[in-house]
């Protein structure tokens, strides 16, 4: 059964099980890991970053553990949730012959995959600095940041010149020489400037483009950042729960994120290739 572009979140049962699968897996080796080196400072002899000495969220430090703060660690898997079913998405769209009539995305199941790995190399990397809080986590925390917004502006540009090779090729270098040169850069001026870029050819698309998508994925994506940027200030500024809860700012900060990142799939995944009859 061909899947409704008005529905992108109605999947093939298979989808789901091989993600959910999936999930299962990392959250069980995640928990495994914090069992065996609760007590284990693994971390020692890493260089420090700043923020092991300057904690900048409300969640309580445990210096001699393997998960220095554990909330902020293990919320990390929401990226990771969001990227198996990308890759999985991918998989089944790249298995299917017939892509007559579907949207730009399901006919690049590359792009598709590669978005997946870029959220789950988010949620490993975002995932490793909270466990750490060591200068090599730091940088692959803010390099992996960036790579599911490159791997949309690849997506983007694909649809106005179609190559997927050399954009996938170039999202791939794109995230690399972000990680190499993190700290030449700021993260204050590079995100915002690759966001802005999505916005761009997002709008410019939406002008120019043949495709049609549904808008209401990208409004959610929209308020999901937003009140994620309020519960990261309400945890900077202790100003939300305690540092002993399991609901912190930042771990909202990295659902509504992940949630952000979902909706912007989704957002592509509901285009239609051509106009839908009239009254649909």
């Not at 002899?45 to 001699?64: C, D, F, K, T």
């Not at 940041?145 to 540009?157: G, K, R, T, W």
């Not at 990142?261 to 009239?278: C, D, N, V």
Request: charged residues 15%.
């Amino acid at each position: 059964m061909p899947e409704n572009p008005d529905r992108p979140w109605q999947m093939p049962l298979s989808v789901h099980c091989w993600a959910l699968g999936l999930f299962a897996a990392a959250t069980l080796a995640v928990v495994a890991v914090f069992l065996l080196y609760q007590d284990v400072n693994v971390w020692e002899g890493w260089r420090e970053s700043n923020e092991l000495r300057r904690q900048a969220y409300g969640e309580r430090l445990y210096v001699e553990s393997v998960y220095r703060t554990r909330a902020n660690t293990w919320s990390n898997l929401a990226y990771v949730l969001v990227g198996l079913y990308a890759v999985v998405l991918g998989v089944n769209d790249l298995r299917r012959k017939d892509g007559a009539g579907e949207g730009h995305l399901r006919r690049r199941p590359a792009l598709g995959i590669l978005y997946g790995v870029a959220c789950c190399y988010l949620g490993v990397g975002s995932g490793l600095f909270h466990a750490s809080l060591t200068h090599w986590g730091q940088q692959l925390d803010v390099a992996a940041m960036y790579s599911p917004v490159v791997v949309l502006i690849a997506l983007h540009l694909d649809r106005f010149l179609p190559a997927w090779p050399l954009w996938v090729a170039a999202a791939v270098v794109a995230c690399a020489l972000l990680y190499v040169y993190k700290w030449s850069m700021s993260s204050g001026i590079v995100l915002p400037a690759l966001i802005a870029a999505v916005t761009v050819l997002a709008v410019a698309d939406r002008l120019l483009g043949k495709g049609r998508m549904q808008l209401r994925w990208m409004d959610a994506a929209a308020v999901c950042l937003m009140l994620a940027y309020l519960f990261r200030q309400l945890d900077i500024d202790r100003r939300f729960t305690g540092p002993d809860t399991w609901l912190q700012g930042h771990v909202l900060w990295h659902f509504l994120t992940a949630g952000a990142l979902g909706m912007a799939y989704l957002y592509h995944r509901s285009e239609r290739s051509t106009p839908p009859s009239a009254g649909a």
